[in-house]
């Protein structure tokens, strides 16, 4: 049994309200995970920058000043001057000398 004049137009623009309807959403649901992405890129960038400002500052003053090259040398690498002991004291970066 044929359909009425009235159903098909009925059908076809309900199918392309459909389409339209599905294709829209899933743009949007696209552009929201872009948008989120370029947030979190923005805040990682700012962050960074906090961080290279700081590491700048650090450079800055362990290219001038000698004795916080010392504190750098033995904090960071654990180095000692001629002469000196190192202790350990609980749960360290000890390491076993004797193996």
Do not use: C, H, W
């Not at 309900?14 to 948008?35: P, Q, T, W």
């Not at 004795?67 to 180095?79: G, K, V």
Request: aromatic share 10%; glycine share 6%.
């Amino acid at each position: 049994m044929p359909l009425k004049k009235g159903t098909k137009v009925f059908l076809i623009v309900g199918g392309i309200l459909a389409l339209a309807f599905f294709l829209f959403n899933a743009r949007a649901i696209r552009i929201v995970s872009i948008y989120a992405e370029s947030s979190r890129l923005r805040s990682d960038i700012e962050r960074l920058k906090t961080e290279n400002q700081l590491l700048r500052d650090e450079l800055e003053v362990a290219s001038k000043d000698s004795d916080y090259q010392e504190f750098l040398a033995r904090r960071d690498l654990e180095l000692i001057s001629d002469g000196e002991i190192q202790y350990y004291f609980g749960k360290g970066k000890a390491k076993d000398e004797d193996k």
